[in-house]
């Protein structure tokens, strides 16, 4: 009876083993997506104010040549205007983009589970 009571404490103790590992896991492959997520953000954030201050100048040399043909006051709303609609096209794929990236639910860590516990019931031990 001692070596029942022996391999069933060996079995909890490798199943609390298998739980300890799975979380940690879990733990580390959404620290891993959400490092990638934050380096992603900031390097996006980064690219997206250099190439702000270069659409300044280009938008600022191209309103000076349309005051050769309209009044200064028109060139300056016809600028605003296409900054508005690029504006609302990077914004909406911005977002697009950002929800693809944020997701950090630990996929391989519960597909680990999910194996352990078929396993689990195959063997008879749930």
Not at 2 to 15: F, M
Not at 53 to 77: C, D, K, N, R, S
Not at 86 to 115: W, Y
Request: proline residues 2%; contains cysteine; charged residues 15%.
């Amino acid at each position: 009876m001692t070596e029942l009571a022996e391999a069933v404490q060996r079995v909890a103790e490798s199943a609390r083993t298998l739980v300890q590992l799975e979380l940690q896991l879990a733990i580390e492959e959404i620290k891993r997506k959400l490092q990638m997520l934050g380096i992603g953000l900031g390097l996006a954030a980064g690219a997206v104010y250099l190439l702000s201050l270069a659409i300044l100048f280009a938008l600022g040399a191209a309103t000076a040549g349309l005051t050769y043909v309209m009044p200064v006051w028109a060139a300056l709303l016809v600028m605003c205007g296409l900054v508005l609609l690029v504006a609302t096209g990077l914004a909406m794929m911005g977002i697009v983009l950002i929800r693809r990236g944020s997701n950090v639910v630990p996929e391989e860590a519960l597909a680990e589970a999910q194996l352990m516990r078929e396993d689990l019931h195959d063997a008879g031990i749930t």
